[in-house]
């Protein structure tokens, strides 16, 4: 007999289906990941290879817009007016030189100031006013080139207008007298606007942008004029070499730096770009071959599977198709094989025989277990009649197992509610589900055919077929008298005193909680406490002082009404509940007990309670604090009264001893001896 492993076997068409399309999947993917690769890579190397191509492209025009300022500073550098205006007075010869300053910067859009600096501390300059007390001397350009003071164009650093705030990059060369002394510095100046403009003129991505930083990493020439000045500190100390890329985190994302020096000078171009978004469009060509590939293995899959379930496949879902049949119960003979063979035939036959087989130990099997369990089992069809019923649920139903079989559940499951008496309905619940199961537990008494109630538990549970759905409903339920009984045992133990009879100090507290309520307003709660417990028990032992307890609690509880709460919550002490109980009628109450109480002895030793209480009268008061209003109240009243009492108990106890002849010396002598210790603690005189 095969069994069912619990997971849902494929049919033979599904399984050569998805053989074919995982085999074609497979042998595609395994070729796509190779060629998805190849492009992969190649594609972001050509993406690299682009990013340093445009690099190089902006610093080329960068080395060239820096060489074209050169040759105008070498040029003007050697015109004698340029050397010599700032140190004459001729006027007409610092206008000259202005001219000439203003045909430059006309012929070149690049150039923001051309000017010319001297020793003297005089400037030059065409197109910008200086400011009052204006030195050059005191400017980056003019400091730079004077620490240099050789014959050639330092690029200088970026620094702001002394007027305008605006940033520049200055390129300057030292001026040199006709006898070559050194008498100031040409310069021209360059906004960081229009060069980062340039450099950042033809990007490739949104996220590309190029600066231009100095042998040491700080930029001078940024498209965030809040960036000058600053270090880009991802090369080190140095900048690596002529050219090259990084890889570094800009803002927590992953980017590419390409950089490229311009020229012989110590500046170089910077490109960066993010690489989500050069690497984006790879992935989703990626993807889309992917998905391309995945749809051809599809159509593969499916086309082989198509044949493969055509030539194989067929005969074996006959095959399949019948032997469903059979276990149906279907005519046979009506029956007919297509596309089978000699070897289906006989497989189906064989089939057949072990089916019937199966069927019959199967159900040998099911009433064995049935009639056999200690519990009674009743099966129904869909509407309630009564199917199947076991030994043990006939001896309770106490009827012939004809007289059930047949019969509506009602009729015979005769089950009343423990709470209200109220006759039960059995049967499955109308929002009952196909997939659902059902095993809740519900209790109830059943009435047998005699009249007998019995307490039983039982649970109901759908019958299904093959396909899930329901066809009726089991019974199982069991009698649970004993189980009953006891669980009523572990209540009441829990909850009452076994000395007493009464609840336990749980109980009490439970009660004031649930009590504590408007609507049981006035509240009174009363503490008690037997006076010399222990006195009884050192003179007449615990057994005395035992007796001493119970009486105290059957008298205290004869004054109560049936609502009141009466718990003992300690050795000596109990406490009482009094829900709409005023103070007044409180204090009757602990009267008409202690008169009840006048005459009650236990072994010649006198009933003695101290009580106290207190009363809730506002919603607002605490539970509490009335409580502790009531233990107090309690303890005031018991410091005076058990001494009356202790002294009075010792006195009769010890003058009876001396009358009493049955007791043995030793026992006189022994019961004397607590009494005189207890006289001389409480100050009682031999003579009292």
């Known amino acids: 007999m095969i069994k069912n492993l619990g997971k849902r076997k494929l049919s033979i068409k599904q399984e050569v289906f998805y053989l074919g399309v995982v085999f074609s999947l497979v042998t595609l993917l395994l070729f796509g990941g190779i060629l998805c690769t190849s492009i992969y890579y190649m594609q972001v190397n050509h993406a690299k290879q682009a990013l340093h191509d445009s690099n190089y492209h902006m610093a080329m025009i960068a080395k060239n817009q820096s060489r074209a300022i050169s040759n105008t500073l070498q040029v003007l550098s050697n015109n004698p007016d340029v050397r010599t205006a700032g140190l004459s007075d001729d006027e007409a010869l610092v206008s000259k030189v202005r001219s000439l300053y203003r045909d430059y910067y006309n012929s070149d859009k690049n150039i923001m100031y051309i000017y010319s600096g001297y020793e003297n501390g005089r400037i030059i300059i065409d197109n910008w006013a200086s400011p009052p007390e204006f030195d050059p001397r005191e400017r980056p350009w003019y400091k730079h080139a004077t620490d240099i003071k050789e014959n050639k164009v330092v690029l200088g650093r970026a620094y702001q207008d002394a007027s305008t705030k605006q940033w520049l990059v200055s390129s300057s060369t030292p001026l040199y007298g006709m006898d070559g002394e050194f008498v100031g510095v040409l310069s021209i100046d360059r906004t960081v606007e229009n060069m ?66 311009l020229g012989d000078s110590e500046w170089y171009l910077v490109t960066i770009v993010n690489k989500h978004e050069v690497l984006l469009p790879l992935y989703q060509t990626i993807f889309i071959l992917a998905v391309i590939s995945i749809i051809i293995a599809l159509m593969l899959g499916a086309f082989q599977s198509r044949v493969l379930n055509t030539r194989l496949g067929r005969p074996l879902i006959v095959l399949g198709n019948r032997i469903r049949k059979i276990s149906n119960g279907e005519n046979l003979e009506k029956l007919k094989y297509y596309h089978s063979n000699h070897e289906i035939v006989e497989i189906a036959q064989n089939i057949e025989k072990l089916a019937s087989i199966a069927v019959k130990d199967k159900e040998e099997k099911l009433k064995t277990i049935l009639f056999s369990v200690a519990d009674g089992v009743i099966a129904t069809d869909r509407k309630g009649i009564v199917e199947f019923v076991n030994p043990v649920a006939k001896a309770h139903i106490n009827r012939l197992e004809d007289r059930i079989v047949g019969r509506k559940i009602e009729e015979i499951f005769d089950i009343y509610s423990e709470t209200d008496n109220c006759k039960v309905a059995v049967g499955l619940p109308k929002s009952w589900s196909e997939n659902q199961y059902y095993n809740k537990e519900y209790y109830a008494k059943m009435r047998t055919q005699s009249g007998a109630e019995i307490p039983i538990e039982y649970s109901i549970s759908p019958i299904k077929d093959s396909k899930s759905k329901i066809t009726g409903m089991v019974i199982v339920f069991r009698d649970y008298t004993v189980k009953k009984k006891k ?51 050192d003179l007449k032992g615990h057994a005395t002082g035992d007796k001493l307890i119970k009486l105290a609690a059957s008298s205290i509880k004869k004054e109560l009404r049936t609502n009141d709460i009466f718990s003992r919550i300690g050795g000596d002490e109990f406490g009482i509940v009094l829900p709409q109980t005023g103070a007044e009628a409180a204090g009757l109450l602990i009267e008409r007990i202690r008169a009840s109480l006048e ?40 410091i005076t009264e058990s001494a009356i009492f202790k002294k009075n108990t010792i006195i009769d106890f010890r003058n009876a001893l001396e009358n009493k002849h049955s007791m043995t010396l030793e026992d006189k002598l022994r019961t004397k001896k607590i009494c005189d210790v207890a006289m001389i603690e409480m100050g009682i005189k031999g003579d009292e």
């Open 196 to 261: 980062s403009s340039i450099i950042n003129e033809k990007n490739l991505y949104k996220s590309q942008y190029s600066f231009i930083i100095d042998g040491y990493g700080k930029i001078l020439v940024h498209p965030n004029q809040n960036m000058i000045q600053k270090t880009f500190s991802y090369f080190g100390a140095e900048v690596p070499s002529l050219s090259g890329e990084i890889n570094f985190d800009e803002g927590g994302e992953p980017s590419w730096a390409f950089y490229s020096a």
């Open 487 to 537: 669980q009523e045992k572990i209540e009441y133990m829990s909850y009452h005193d076994p000395l007493t009879g009464i609840y336990n100090r749980r109980y009490f507290d439970e009660q004031i909680i649930e009590l504590d309520k408007e609507e049981n307003l006035p509240l009174t709660i009363i503490y008690a406490d037997i006076n010399g417990l222990k006195l009884a028990n």
């Open 599 to 638: 005459d009650k002895k236990v072994e010649g030793i006198s009933l003695s309670i101290s009580f106290g209480y207190a009363t809730k009268y506002k919603p607002e008061e605490k539970i509490s604090s009335i409580i502790t209003d009531s233990d107090s109240n309690m303890y005031s009243n018991k």
